[in-house]
């Protein structure tokens, strides 16, 4: 529709029409970066295509900074991972893992293939397994890609209070969308015959479509012990055991690393 106020021939008039104009249209963005402009001399002498192109440039960055901090606020990261990059992982010699598949892990695009494999992080407590989960999450929020990092037994026992409410298959059609899902600690707390259940829901929902992340002290070979001989379990680690990459890593734990600096950083 035919915007129909009058505005006169008065440049005052005009930008306050387009202030309006651009509220209701809900670009922030392009306001402020409008308000910026109208006293740059600068900008005044670049064409209209110009000047169209650096007010539309400015809401989108103002929209993807958004989308950045919201995907992050989604994504349950712990605190102590917010900054985890790949760049921060080092072999040393109480660190060790397979070279060749850690760099495939470290390329990250395992993660953005069409048809992405998922990735079994084992090792014993302490060793980096969440550490590198949550470097594979970073990669993908810097790409704009939504990610949700939940301890295992917590899951389920949200899923378990979801079935309760009646939002079980909601809430599974959630976890479906997520691109990139880290189920932290798995294993770590005996799993009923119900848990197993959904988490082959979702492991169905999401094989070949969304990459998931698993962190266990028990490589695959050992997940037989923790849930059972059950068809039910037997589907659930034939499922995950064909499509996953498996990164064991060995030595001693890099946070008691951590504790024994800081304490010898102290009594100095």
């Excluded at 959904?198 to 997940?223: A, C, H, V």
Aim: glycine share 4%; net charge neutral; hydrophobic share 35%.
């Amino acid at each position: 529709m035919k915007d129909t106020r009058n505005t006169g021939k008065n440049p005052q008039s005009l930008a306050e029409r387009v202030h309006r104009m651009t509220k209701e249209l809900h670009l922030p963005g392009f306001r402020q970066r409008m308000e910026e402009t109208l006293e740059d001399a600068t900008w005044q002498q670049m064409t209209s295509l110009e000047q169209i192109y650096d007010l539309l440039n400015a809401e989108i960055v103002r929209r993807e900074a958004n989308t950045a901090v919201k995907l992050r606020r989604h994504s349950n990261l712990p605190l102590d991972l917010i900054n985890a990059r790949f760049e921060e992982l080092y072999e040393s010699d109480n660190r060790r893992w397979d070279t060749r598949l850690m760099a495939l892990v470290r390329d990250g695009q395992w993660m953005l293939r069409e048809t992405p494999a998922d990735l079994i992080l084992s090792g014993a407590c302490g060793v980096g397994k969440s550490f590198l989960a949550g470097c594979c999450a970073n990669y993908m929020l810097d790409r704009r890609h939504s990610v949700y990092f939940i301890r295992a037994g917590r899951l389920f026992m949200d899923l378990k209070i979801h079935r309760v409410n009646n939002t079980l298959e909601k809430r599974k059609a959630e976890l479906k969308r997520i691109d990139l899902l880290i189920l932290d600690d798995f294993l770590i707390e005996d799993m009923s015959e119900e848990d197993c259940a959904d988490l082959l829901d979702i492991i169905n929902d999401r094989n070949r479509l969304k990459p998931t992340i698993y962190t266990s002290q028990f490589k695959l070979e050992g997940w037989i012990e923790r849930l059972g001989n059950s068809a039910m379990t037997q589907a659930v680690i034939d499922r995950i055991a064909h499509s996953s990459y498996r990164l064991h890593l060995e030595g001693s734990s890099q946070r008691r690393s951590v504790e024994v600096k800081e304490n010898l950083s102290n009594h100095r």
